[in-house]
């Protein structure tokens, strides 16, 4: 039903957290799998689920020359990303830079790669960026990183529409927090664990797993007619709007508001 035993897919930032969650899904449903990983350290971790390459998403030469090794694929998740915090008063320009060349600059590079080879070869692909609810939900301290996880939004719909005709889907995860490389400098603030739980409807965080099912579900036959689109697995975090307003007008006014609140 998903339809990808023996597709060939590229995984980049495949080495821990959230991408080597989806390595490891891919190799369960029968793709042969290669990483993109900036650093040699990530091999082992990787072992033998998945060829290694060593490639910077962020630098074409590389990418193209990682693409021309792989071959033509069938699925490519742009899943490798990066973050610092700083205030936006103190943020360096290359500090800007370097977020957005990793997150933003890597995804539309990998994008063009796979998809010029897609086409080349009739090949109907499916390529899945990893955004972030930062994308339309900001957190101190990380413009940088909400920019860039907007413009992969963004550029996923733009990318959609021109690779469409192709037969070339192009869609987005928006993950929730998740315990990860990228968030462990994070864990040193006193219960920024248990507030990010607390913030979804299930009270908890969500795991690599979770954004992982969601990576598969896009990049296989089961969503055959979806495109452009951005799939935010957040445990309902983005509908944390004002609660308790039923509860608080009844405890104030006595009234059962169904019955007897007339706006
Ligand atoms: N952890 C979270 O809370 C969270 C939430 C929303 C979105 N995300 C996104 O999920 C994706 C995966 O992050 P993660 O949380 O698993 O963190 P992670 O640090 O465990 O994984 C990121 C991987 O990307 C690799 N990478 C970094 N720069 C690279 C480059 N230039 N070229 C190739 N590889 C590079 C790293 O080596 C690392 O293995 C990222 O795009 C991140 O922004 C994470």
């Known amino acids: 039903m998903l339809g990808l035993a023996s597709k060939r897919a590229v995984v980049t930032g495949g080495g821990s957290g959230i991408g080597l969650a989806v390595v490891r899904r891919l190799r369960e449903a029968g793709a042969a799998v290669t990483v993109f990983e900036v650093g040699e ?4 971790a990787v072992g033998s689920e998945a060829a290694f390459l060593r490639v ?6 590389q990418v193209a020359r990682a693409f021309q090794e792989t071959g033509p694929v069938d699925i490519l998740v742009n899943n490798a990303g990066t973050g610092t915090l700083s205030s936006l008063l103190d943020l360096e320009e290359e500090e ?9 600059k890597g995804p539309f590079l990998c994008t063009k790669h796979a998809a010029r080879a897609m086409a080349k ?26 920019a860039s996880k907007g413009g992969v939004v963004a550029f996923t719909k733009a990318a959609a529409l021109e690779l469409g005709p192709l037969g070339i889907r192009v869609n987005a995860v928006g993950p ?23 913030k979804t409807l299930f009270g908890r965080l969500a795991t690599p797993e979770d954004i992982a099912k969601v990576v598969l579900f896009l990049a296989s036959d089961l969503a ?10 957040e445990g309902g975090t983005l509908l944390s709007g004002p ?11 006595g009234l059962d508001a169904a019955k007897e609140w007339k706006p």
């Open 243 to 253: 609660k308790g307003y039923l509860t608080a007008f009844e405890e104030a006014t």
């Open 224 to 233: 055959a007619f979806v495109t452009g689109q951005t799939l935010y697995a």
């Open 121 to 146: 070869h009739a090949i109907r692909g499916a390529i899945v960026n990893v955004a972030s609810i930062n994308a339309v939900l900001p957190f101190d301290g990380i413009a940088h990183y909400c």
């Open 96 to 104: 800007w830079d370097r977020v957005m060349a990793v997150n933003l």
């Open 176 to 198: 929730s927090f998740v315990e990860t490389g990228l968030t462990a400098d994070l864990s040193v603030l006193p219960g920024i664990l248990q507030d990010h739980a607390a």
């Open 56 to 61: 910077d998403v962020a630098d074409e030469a």
């Open 41 to 44: 350290e990530k091999r082992s």
